[in-house]
């Protein structure tokens, strides 16, 4: 391998050029990265202060509505599982009851007593079912076909 000496004498091997190169790039794209993907200033960790911050009638921290019974549904409910599987989630009454019913029994969820029904109360209030959802599947389809260009 032919070597190449700079002007302060220093000897450079072709492959230490290509390996100082691609090191300096992940760093350069590393940072970038950073500070383009990063996490946003909702998903930086909160000081113990603004943990409890509410604005426009969102919990800050959860992104659950502020209503009766969140601090119940924080408590009981953050523990093991990230709030956004109960905000996607709308169900009634029977079926939030069951779901809880389906975690005692599977996946270790305490007894909860008097909270259950707080909790209950307020998913159904804050995240009911909703009217309109997904369209039903198709059925009946007369399918045909394409032709072409």
Aim: charged letters at 25%.
């Amino acid at each position: 391998m032919q070597e190449k000496e700079n002007n302060d004498g220093i000897v450079f091997k072709p492959i230490f050029k290509v390996v100082l190169l691609i090191f300096t790039s992940f760093i350069i794209f590393g940072a970038l990265a950073i500070v383009f993907f990063g996490p946003r200033q909702s998903e930086v960790e909160l000081g113990e202060e603004d943990s409890e911050l509410i604005e426009n009638g969102i919990h800050i921290r959860t992104g659950l509505v502020e209503a009766d019974g969140l601090q119940t549904v924080i408590t009981n409910c953050t523990t093991c599982h990230s709030s956004k599987l109960i905000i996607q989630n709308r169900m009634g009454e029977e079926q939030w009851d069951a779901t809880i019913r389906w975690m005692q029994k599977t996946q270790g969820l305490w007894p909860l007593g008097e909270n259950q029904k707080v909790i209950v109360d307020y998913l159904t209030k804050n995240y009911p079912v909703l009217e309109k959802g997904r369209r039903p599947p198709l059925t009946d389809i007369d399918w045909y076909p394409l032709e072409g260009n």
